[in-house]
C-alpha cells in the first residue's frame, strides 16, 4: 500500500512515496536553507513562495523515483501542523487537489507525530509503551507513546527548544545559520571545557534551555571566550547533558520498552552516542537524513492514520498552532 507524503511546515519542501508505512521508494527534498542562511533565520514570507514554486517539481520527482503512477497510490498525506500558517497552507493546498483530482483519500498529519514515525522508517521492530524524545528548532518535548497515535506529554520546554537553542548560540559565536550543525562541526576541534549551568527543573520534565544561552551570551559579551570551538563543545555538553539525564529518567520511571529520538536535533552526533551509552533501555534513532524535516515521516505516519480509519475530508485545513496532546 502506497502512501504520498507532502511536508511544507517550515523551510523544506518535501515529497515521498513509502510502501505500507516502512519501506522507502523515494524521499524528495528541496531545501531553502541557501536562501534563508542570508537573513540568520527563515523569512516566513520568502518560505511560503518557494514552496509555491518548488512543491510541483519535488512531487513529480517523488512519483517519478518511486516509478509509482497515480492509480499505484492508496493515499496522500499531508502535513498540517505546527508550523508557518503560509508554508502549511501549500503542502495542504496541493494534496487537496490532487485528493480531489483523483478521487484519493487524503490524511492530515501532525509534523510532530511525523517526526516521532521516522523510526517506522528504520528496519527495527518497536514495542508501546515507548517515550519518545522530540527535539525540532520548535518544539522538545518528552512523550509517552501508549500504541499507534496515542500520545501523553510528559514533559515540555519552558522557553527555547533544543534546535532554537543551537540556532541562537550559533549566532552569538557567529558560527551562522543553521546553528545545529554548525555548533557541532565546531565543537569537533575543542573541549566542554568552560562551565555552563544545566536547569534541572528538578521534580519536573521539562526543560529550560534560556539560561545556558544567555550565560553563553555573557561570556562572550565579557570577552571571557578564547576558543570558539571550545564554546561550542561546551554548549553542546550543557544541553545534551540536560536532554539525555531527563530522557533516560522518564524512560525508566515509565518502565517502557525502549526510547525513540526524533526532530532535528536527533541529527547531532553527540546526542546519539550519549542517548545509546547512558540508556539502559534499547534507543531507536533514524538515520541523520529522516531526523530533520522530510515527507518519508509524514507517510509513514499517514499509513497508520489510514488504516485506523483516521480519513480526512476536502474541508482538511492548516493548523500552526496545532498541539501532539
Ligand atoms: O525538525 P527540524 O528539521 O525542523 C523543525 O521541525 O523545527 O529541526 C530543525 C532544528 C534546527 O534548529 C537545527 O539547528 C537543528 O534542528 N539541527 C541540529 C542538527 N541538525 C539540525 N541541532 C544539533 N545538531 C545537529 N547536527
Ligand atoms: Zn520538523
Known sequence: MKILG???????????VVEDGVRILSNQIASQVEI????????????????????????EQAMAEAKATWSDLAGIAVTIGPGLAGSLLVGVNVAKAIALARGLPIMGVNHLEGHIYANWLTDRSIDFPSVCLIVSGGHSDLVLM?????????????????????????????????????IE?????????????????KGTNDFSFSGVKTALLRLVEGGKVSSQADAAASFQEA???????????????????????????????????????NSPLPVLIPPPVLCTDNAAMIAACGYYRFRAGKIDGLSLDVIPGLKLA
Open 185 to 201: 562541526q565546531a565543537a569537533r576541534a575543542g573541549t566542554a571545557s568552560i562551565q555552563l549551568p544545566r536547569a534541572w527543573l
Open 36 to 59: 534563508h542562511a542570508r537573513y540568520g533565520g527563515i523569512v516566513p514570507e520568502v518560505a511560503s513562495r518557494q514552496h509555491i514554486l518548488a512543491i510541483i517539481p519535488i512531487i
Open 6 to 16: 507532502i511536508e511544507t511546515s517550515c523551510d523544506e519542501t518535501a515529497a515521498a
Open 146 to 182: 501508549k500504541g499507534h497515535g496515542n500520545y501523553v506529554v510528559l514533559g515540555r520546554t519552558r522557553d527555547d527548544a533544543a534546535g532554537e537553542a543551537f540556532d541562537k548560540a550559533a549566532r552569538i559565536l557567529k558560527l551562522g545559520y543553521p546553528g545545529g550543525p554548525a
Open 239 to 277: 544541553v545534551i547533558d540536560v536532554l539525555v539525564t531527563k530522557t533516560v529518567a522518564v524512560a525508566k520511571e515509565h518502565r517502557v520498552k525502549q526510547i525513540l529520538l526524533a526532530g532535528g536535533v536527533a541529527a547531532n552526533g553527540l546526542l546519539r552516542q550519549r542517548l545509546v551509552k
